[in-house]
């Protein structure tokens, strides 16, 4: 395993961060910070200024600070601006619906960007983290097998271990889906065990892709829907991945960047993979878990939430059937064992 502490240093090297900014006009009539967050290691600072830029600042600990000015914005107001950015070495960008707004490199950048202009750009087709994910793991699994003779047998039992665990999260999904909520605990507890492991064990889907140094890529949205205010809408949108790339779901990202990803929730920003244990916690799956539930029980069980997780689990069983080689059951199979009656 890597040490926590060479984790740590790679994301302040690289990385990426999103943002919602909330401008109630524009441009301001004088200098205003519109957002100011840290968690002790790195800080972000986003000032509007009265010519009509963002002057982004990012302060790493053991770096120099990096400054990003923005071309000037023409903006309809009140409005939720989200911008990303991204940060590489002594380089960072700033982009909003994934056009390019702002770079460290250029002092006063030219040019004016309209709202209008910023819906019609392409988004970012892949997240800054995903090789670093996917080599992390690689080196992980090679570390766990090395030195036995039994590497080769070893990683085909997990590959096989894969599929049946696969298999219980896809029918657990069923049978939620078909209003059975009471095995709505089960599928938590099978989607956490899948991607986040068990106790000292690693997950097993993270595991399997690092033995054959395969991709683990689900698609989200770039930010959180507008409507997604009250916390059943919060928490659904938290979990919201998809295995496809569609108007809605635009950013490609590794599934282990994507559970340390922080979603926003109650005024606050948590990951997302925290969120799923304690999801798990609230439905009275592990409830003798340190702190008790930090989730209500009636918010996890909420349809949308519900079905949010379901969702998840469709993709995440289909990226175990990639692993595994299996191309699965065709369209006409799937629909026939998902609408199949089952024993309560």
């Known amino acids: ?24 006009s524009w441009p301001p009539p004088i200098t205003q910070t519109l957002l100011s967050k840290s968690d002790g290691r790195l800080a972000l600072t986003v000032r509007g200024k009265p010519s009509g830029r963002l002057r982004v600042s990012l302060e790493r600990d053991g770096f120099a600070p990096i400054v990003v000015r923005t071309v000037h914005l023409r903006l309809r107001t009140p409005t939720i601006l989200k911008i990303q950015i991204a940060w590489r070495g002594t380089d960072a960008i700033v982009a909003a619906a994934g056009q390019v707004i702002g770079k460290s490199a250029e002092f006063a950048p030219e040019g004016v960007v309209s709202p209008a202009e910023v819906e019609r750009s392409a988004p970012p087709v892949d997240h800054v983290d995903n090789d670093r994910m996917r080599e992390l793991r690689r080196r992980q699994a090679a570390a766990f097998v090395s030195g036995s003779i039994s590497a080769g047998a070893l990683a085909e039992r997990c590959l096989a271990d894969l599929a049946p665990a696969a298999l219980v ?24 065990r899948l991607v986040l492991g068990e106790d000292r064990e690693p997950a097993i889907l993270q595991f399997c892709a690092g033995l054959i140094d395969a991709p683990l890529l689900v698609h989200v949205p770039l930010a959180v829907p507008a409507a997604a205010t009250d916390p059943a809408a919060m928490l659904a949108a938290a979990f919201d991945a998809s295995a496809d790339r569609d108007a809605t779901h635009g950013l490609g990202i590794d599934l282990d960047a994507w559970l340390r990803q922080e979603a926003r929730w109650s005024g606050a920003s948590l990951p997302i993979g925290w969120l799923l244990r304690q ?10 878990a340190p702190g008790g539930a930090m989730l209500p029980e009636e918010l996890v069980r909420s349809p949308a939430v ?6 998840l689990a469709d993709c995440l069983c289909l990226l175990a059937r990639q692993l595994t080689g299996e191309q699965g059951n065709d369209a006409d199979d799937t629909r026939t064992r998902r609408d199949a009656p089952h024993a309560a």
């Open 306 to 311: 519900s079905e949010a997780l379901c969702r």
């Open 279 to 288: 999801a798990e916690i609230a439905v009275g799956a592990r409830r003798s």
């Open 169 to 192: 999260v896809e029918d657990l999904a069923t049978l939620v889906r078909q209003g059975r909520g009471h095995h709505l605990p089960g599928l938590i507890a099978a989607l956490r």
């Open 1 to 24: 395993m890597m040490p926590a502490e060479e984790e740590k240093m790679d994301d302040l090297v690289e990385g990426r961060v999103a943002a919602e900014l909330h401008i109630g």
